[in-house]
DNA sequence: GCCGTTTTCGGCCCGACTGTTTTCAGTCG
C-alpha cells in the first residue's frame, strides 16, 4: 500500500531540504525555491497528490521541472532519493527541533550535534538539557538563548495541544478590542488591522496592528500596560512591540510616524508573495521598498511627488493611495493582495470593482423558529424579528430556508403539510407587511435547505415542491464518497426545477475537517448551463465556497449567492464576512444574485 | 531551483530585534 502525503506534510518536507541546505551553505537562491515551494503547496486549495495524478502539477507557483520530479517520485515510490541524500549526514534530530519557535535550522543542528537527544523524545532531552544548564554551556550560546528555548518548548506545546487558526470573526473582534484601547492613549493618532485580517483571510494566525504616532515610546508603555497582556515578547524602541494575551494570542503592534505610514500600512498588510511581486516589480524600476517609504536606486530615474525626505533619501507617503500612484499602480484593495495578477491589473487600470457589503439586497439561506421538525438544528428567531432586522438593513428579499422535515419520522403527507403550513403563514406575513408598509415591503420567500443524500436523491417528497419558492441543497452526511461519486450525487440533486443553490458546496469545517472531493470543472459547467447558483455561507467556520474556488467559478460566469445561514438574527451580520470572501475571490456586484433587486432576482429565479 | 509583456540567462525583497560574536548572524514576519 502506498503511502499518501497531505499537503502539510509534503511542505513540511520541502522545508526540511531547505533547512538542510541552510546548514549546508547551500546557494540562497536554491534554498529560497525550496521554501517557496514548499509555502506555494501549504496554501494550495488542492491536494498536490489530485494535481500530480490529473498531470497538472505545473499549475502550483513555484514548483519548477525540478521539484515536479521529486515528487512525482514521492507519490511514486513514498521516498526521494536525493533528499534522503540531502539530509544523510545530519543529525535526525535537528529536523524535530526546528518545530520549536525561535529554534531555525543553525541552531538545531547545532543543538542536535552538540546533544544527546534520544530518538522520539528529542523536544523532552532538550528541555531536560535545558533545565539542567547544559545548553548555556555549548559555545555561542548563552543564558537567554537558554531560556529562550525552554520558553520556545512550552509555546510549541501550546501549539500542539490548542493552539489553532483563529476564525475571521474571533480575530475581528479581537482586533477591535484593542484598537479600542490604544484609541485611548493621547499619542496615538489612529490605527488600523494589518496583515491577514486585513486581507480578510478566513483564519487568523496573529494580529497585527498599525499605529500612527509621533511619540512611539508612549504607545509602547501604554500597549504594555493593556490588562490583557499577559507576557511581552518582543520589546523596540521605535518601531515594535509583540505581546501575548491572557487568551494566549499573540498580537503584534507596528508604530510609525504620519509621514510614513501609508508606506508601513502597505508593508505589512502582505501578503508575502504580494510584496515580494510588488519589490520585484519596483527594482525593475529602479525603486526599492520598504515600510519606511520608497528609495530611488539611480540617478537618471524620473520621478514624481514633493514628500522626499532628504535625511533618510527616501520618499514618504502618508497614505497607501499615494504609494502604490507612485509606483504607477492603482490601489489594489486588500483582499486582492494575493500575488495572482493584481499587480499587472493595477498597472493597466483594470482592477475588478469589487463587492461591497451595501450591494446585498436580501438573505436566502436563513432558519426561522419555525416549527419544521427536522433532524438538524432549528433556527431561534421568529419570522417576524427575522424580517424586521432585514428590512433595518435595507434587503428588499429574504428567504427562509429551514432544514427539511426529517424524512425518518414522518410519512410523505406530514412533510407536505409542513411545507403547506409555513407557505399559509408565509403568505399571510407577506400580506400584512404590505398593508403596514407604504414603501416596498419586505418580501418574504418560501424556500427549504434539502439533504442531498447518498444517492444524489432528495430528502423531500415531490408532492411538497410545488408550496416553495425555491430551495437549496447540501450535504450533511457521507462526506468520504469518491470525487466520481460525489460529484454524480451533487449534480443529480441540483437537476430538479426548484433547486437554485447549493449550499455551502465543499463541506469543509475549519480547523476540523476537510471538505469532500468534487470535480470542480464539472460542477461549475453544470451551474453555468443550467443557471445554478453557488452559495458562499457566511457561517465562520464555513466561509464556503472558499475564495479560490469563487475565483474560478465567476471566471467561467458562474453566479454566486451570499447567505449567512443564520440560526439566530444576530448572525445576519456576519454577511460581510462571506462579502470578504467574495471580494478575495475577485467578485464585483454582478457576479452576485443577490445584488439584484426583488423584480430582478425574482426574474432570475424563474428561468 | 524557479522564472520571464523589456530576459530561456541572469537575475532572485527588506528590515527589526536579539544575544553575545566586539561587528554580526540567526530568526522572524
Same mark, same amino acid.
Given at each position: 500500500?502506498?503511502?499518501?502525503?497531505?499537503?502539510?506534510?509534503?511542505?513540511?518536507?520541502?522545508?526540511?531540504?531547505?533547512?538542510?541546505?541552510?546548514?549546508?551553505?547551500?546557494?540562497?537562491?536554491?534554498?529560497?525555491?525550496?521554501?517557496?515551494?514548499?509555502?506555494?503547496?501549504?496554501?494550495?486549495? /488542492?491536494?498536490?497528490?489530485?494535481? !500530480?495524478? *490529473?498531470?497538472? %502539477?505545473?499549475?502550483?507557483?513555484?514548483?519548477? $521541472?525540478?521539484?515536479?520530479?521529486?515528487?512525482? +517520485?514521492?507519490?511514486?515510490?513514498?521516498?526521494?532519493?536525493?533528499?534522503?541524500?540531502?539530509?544523510?549526514?545530519?543529525?535526525?534530530?535537528?529536523?524535530?527541533?526546528?518545530?520549536?519557535?525561535?529554534?531555525?535550522?543553525?541552531?538545531?543542528?547545532?543543538?542536535?550535534?552538540?546533544?544527546?537527544?534520544?530518538?522520539?523524545?528529542?523536544?523532552?532531552?532538550?528541555?531536560?538539557?535545558?533545565?539542567?544548564?547544559?545548553?548555556?554551556?555549548?559555545?555561542?550560546?548563552?543564558?537567554?538563548?537558554?531560556?529562550?528555548?525552554?520558553?520556545?518548548?512550552?509555546?510549541?506545546?501550546?501549539?500542539?495541544?490548542?493552539?489553532?487558526?483563529?476564525?475571521?470573526?474571533?480575530?475581528?473582534?479581537?482586533?477591535?478590542?484593542?484598537?479600542?484601547?490604544?484609541?485611548?492613549?493621547?499619542?496615538?493618532?489612529?490605527?488600523?488591522?494589518?496583515?491577514?485580517?486585513?486581507?480578510?483571510?478566513?483564519?487568523?494566525?496573529?494580529?497585527?496592528?498599525?499605529?500612527?504616532?509621533?511619540?512611539?515610546?508612549?504607545?509602547?508603555?501604554?500597549?504594555?500596560?493593556?490588562?490583557?497582556?499577559?507576557?511581552?515578547?518582543?520589546?523596540?524602541?521605535?518601531?515594535?512591540?509583540?505581546?501575548?494575551?491572557?487568551?494566549?494570542?499573540?498580537?503584534?503592534?507596528?508604530?510609525?510616524?504620519? +509621514?510614513?505610514?501609508?508606506?508601513?500600512?502597505?508593508?505589512? @498588510?502582505?501578503?508575502?508573495?504580494?510584496?515580494?511581486? %510588488?519589490?520585484?516589480?519596483?527594482?525593475?524600476?529602479?525603486? /526599492?521598498?520598504?515600510?519606511?517609504?520608497?528609495?530611488?536606486?539611480?540617478?537618471?530615474?524620473?520621478?514624481?511627488?514633493?514628500?522626499?525626505?532628504?535625511?533618510?533619501?527616501?520618499?514618504?507617503?502618508?497614505?497607501?493611495?499615494?504609494?502604490?500612484?507612485?509606483?504607477?499602480?492603482?490601489?489594489?484593495?486588500?483582499?486582492?493582495?494575493?500575488?495572482?495578477?493584481?499587480?499587472?491589473?493595477?498597472?493597466?487600470?483594470?482592477?475588478?470593482?469589487?463587492?461591497?457589503?451595501?450591494?446585498?439586497?436580501?438573505?436566502?439561506?436563513?432558519?426561522?423558529?419555525?416549527?419544521?421538525?427536522?433532524?438538524?438544528?432549528?433556527?431561534?428567531? /421568529?419570522?417576524?424579528?427575522?424580517?424586521?432586522?432585514?428590512?433595518?438593513?435595507?434587503? +428588499?428579499?429574504?428567504?427562509?430556508?429551514?432544514?427539511?422535515?426529517?424524512?425518518?419520522?414522518?410519512?410523505?403527507?406530514?412533510?407536505?403539510?409542513?411545507?403547506?403550513?409555513?407557505?399559509?403563514?408565509?403568505?399571510?406575513?407577506?400580506?400584512?407587511?404590505?398593508?403596514? @408598509?407604504?414603501?416596498?415591503?419586505?418580501?418574504?420567500?418560501?424556500?427549504?435547505?434539502? *439533504?442531498?443524500?447518498?444517492?444524489?436523491?432528495?430528502?423531500?417528497?415531490?408532492?411538497?415542491?410545488?408550496?416553495?419558492?425555491?430551495?437549496?441543497?447540501?450535504?450533511?452526511?457521507?462526506?468520504?464518497?469518491?470525487?466520481?461519486?460525489?460529484?454524480?450525487?451533487?449534480?443529480?440533486?441540483?437537476?430538479?426545477?426548484?433547486?437554485?443553490?447549493?449550499?455551502?458546496?465543499?463541506?469543509?469545517?475549519?480547523?476540523?475537517?476537510?471538505?469532500?472531493?468534487?470535480? !470542480? +470543472?464539472?460542477?461549475?459547467?453544470?451551474?453555468?448551463?443550467?443557471?445554478?447558483?453557488?452559495?458562499?455561507?457566511?457561517? $465562520?467556520?464555513?466561509?464556503?465556497?472558499?475564495?479560490?474556488?469563487?475565483?474560478?467559478?465567476?471566471?467561467?460566469?458562474?453566479?454566486?449567492?451570499?447567505?449567512?445561514?443564520?440560526?439566530?438574527?444576530?448572525?445576519?451580520?456576519?454577511?460581510?464576512?462571506?462579502?470578504?470572501?467574495?471580494?478575495?475571490?475577485?467578485?464585483?456586484?454582478?457576479?452576485?444574485?443577490?445584488?439584484?433587486?426583488?423584480?430582478?432576482?425574482?426574474?432570475?429565479?424563474?428561468?
Amino acid at each position: 500500500m502506498k503511502k499518501t502525503f497531505t499537503n502539510q506534510e509534503i511542505a513540511e518536507l520541502l522545508r526540511e531540504i531547505a533547512a538542510a541546505y541552510i546548514v549546508k551553505n547551500e546557494d540562497r537562491f536554491k534554498i529560497m525555491a525550496y521554501e517557496n515551494a514548499a509555502a506555494s503547496i501549504e496554501h494550495a486549495t /488542492s491536494d498536490v497528490k489530485d494535481l !500530480w495524478d *490529473d498531470r497538472k %502539477l505545473d499549475q502550483l507557483a513555484g514548483v519548477g $521541472p525540478n521539484i515536479a520530479s521529486y515528487l512525482d +517520485e514521492l507519490f511514486k515510490t513514498g521516498k526521494v532519493t536525493h533528499f534522503d541524500e540531502v539530509k544523510k549526514d545530519l543529525p535526525k534530530a535537528m529536523f524535530v527541533l526546528l518545530a520549536i519557535p525561535g529554534i531555525g535550522p543553525k541552531t538545531a543542528y547545532q543543538l542536535a550535534g552538540e546533544l544527546k537527544l534520544r530518538q522520539g523524545k528529542e523536544i523532552v532531552d532538550l528541555e531536560n538539557m535545558g533545565k539542567k544548564g547544559k545548553i548555556r554551556e555549548i559555545e555561542g550560546f548563552g543564558e537567554k538563548t537558554e531560556k529562550d528555548i525552554l520558553e520556545g518548548i512550552v509555546r510549541f506545546r501550546k501549539g500542539q495541544t490548542k493552539e489553532k487558526r483563529m476564525l475571521l470573526p474571533v480575530a475581528d473582534s479581537l482586533a477591535h478590542e484593542v484598537l479600542d484601547y490604544l484609541e485611548q492613549c493621547p499619542a496615538v493618532i489612529r490605527g488600523d488591522a494589518l496583515g491577514s485580517l486585513r486581507r480578510m483571510v478566513s483564519t487568523i494566525g496573529d494580529i497585527d496592528i498599525a499605529v500612527e504616532t509621533t511619540d512611539p515610546k508612549k504607545v509602547i508603555d501604554w500597549f504594555t500596560r493593556y490588562p490583557k497582556v499577559r507576557k511581552v515578547l518582543d520589546q523596540g524602541q521605535q518601531s515594535l512591540v509583540r505581546v501575548i494575551l491572557d487568551n494566549g494570542k499573540q498580537i503584534d503592534l507596528r508604530l510609525q510616524t504620519p +509621514e510614513s505610514y501609508g508606506a508601513m500600512l502597505q508593508y505589512f @498588510t502582505g501578503s508575502k508573495s504580494h510584496n515580494i511581486s %510588488l519589490r520585484e516589480f519596483a527594482l525593475k524600476n529602479e525603486m /526599492s521598498l520598504s515600510e519606511h517609504g520608497i528609495k530611488i536606486l539611480s540617478q537618471k530615474s524620473k520621478f514624481k511627488g514633493q514628500n522626499y525626505n532628504s535625511k533618510l533619501k527616501i520618499y514618504q507617503f502618508e497614505k497607501e493611495e499615494s504609494f502604490y500612484d507612485f509606483l504607477g499602480l492603482d490601489w489594489i484593495p486588500p483582499e486582492l493582495r494575493e500575488d495572482q495578477g493584481e499587480i499587472t491589473a493595477a498597472v493597466q487600470h483594470r482592477l475588478p470593482k469589487l463587492i461591497e457589503p451595501k450591494d446585498i439586497k436580501g438573505d436566502l439561506h436563513l432558519h426561522s423558529d419555525f416549527p419544521i421538525e427536522t433532524s438538524h438544528d432549528e433556527g431561534g428567531s /421568529s419570522i417576524e424579528e427575522i424580517v424586521r432586522k432585514c428590512e433595518g438593513l435595507g434587503y +428588499e428579499y429574504v428567504g427562509l430556508s429551514e432544514h427539511n422535515p426529517s424524512i425518518s419520522q414522518h410519512r410523505e403527507n406530514e412533510i407536505i403539510t409542513i411545507i403547506k403550513k409555513k407557505k399559509a403563514l408565509i403568505d399571510q406575513i407577506n400580506y400584512s407587511s404590505e398593508k403596514r @408598509t407604504n414603501n416596498l415591503p419586505i418580501k418574504i420567500l418560501n424556500g427549504l435547505e434539502i *439533504d442531498i443524500q447518498p444517492s444524489g436523491k432528495l430528502a423531500l417528497p415531490e408532492g411538497a415542491f410545488k408550496y416553495l419558492d425555491y430551495a437549496i441543497v447540501s450535504i450533511h452526511s457521507s462526506f468520504n464518497l469518491s470525487r466520481a461519486r460525489m460529484t454524480d450525487r451533487v449534480l443529480k440533486a441540483l437537476s430538479h426545477s426548484k433547486i437554485k443553490i447549493f449550499g455551502h458546496p465543499t463541506g469543509r469545517m475549519l480547523n476540523r475537517r476537510e471538505g469532500y472531493e468534487l470535480d !470542480w +470543472e464539472v460542477i461549475f459547467d453544470f451551474c453555468l448551463k443550467n443557471n445554478k447558483w453557488l452559495e458562499i455561507n457566511c457561517w $465562520p467556520e464555513r466561509l464556503d465556497l472558499p475564495d479560490n474556488l469563487v475565483l474560478q467559478a465567476i471566471k467561467k460566469g458562474v453566479k454566486i449567492i451570499i447567505n449567512t445561514d443564520s440560526h439566530q438574527v444576530d448572525q445576519l451580520k456576519m454577511m460581510k464576512y462571506g462579502v470578504a470572501v467574495a471580494r478575495r475571490g475577485w467578485a464585483e456586484k454582478n457576479d452576485i444574485i443577490n445584488t439584484l433587486n426583488l423584480n430582478r432576482f425574482m426574474d432570475e429565479l424563474d428561468k
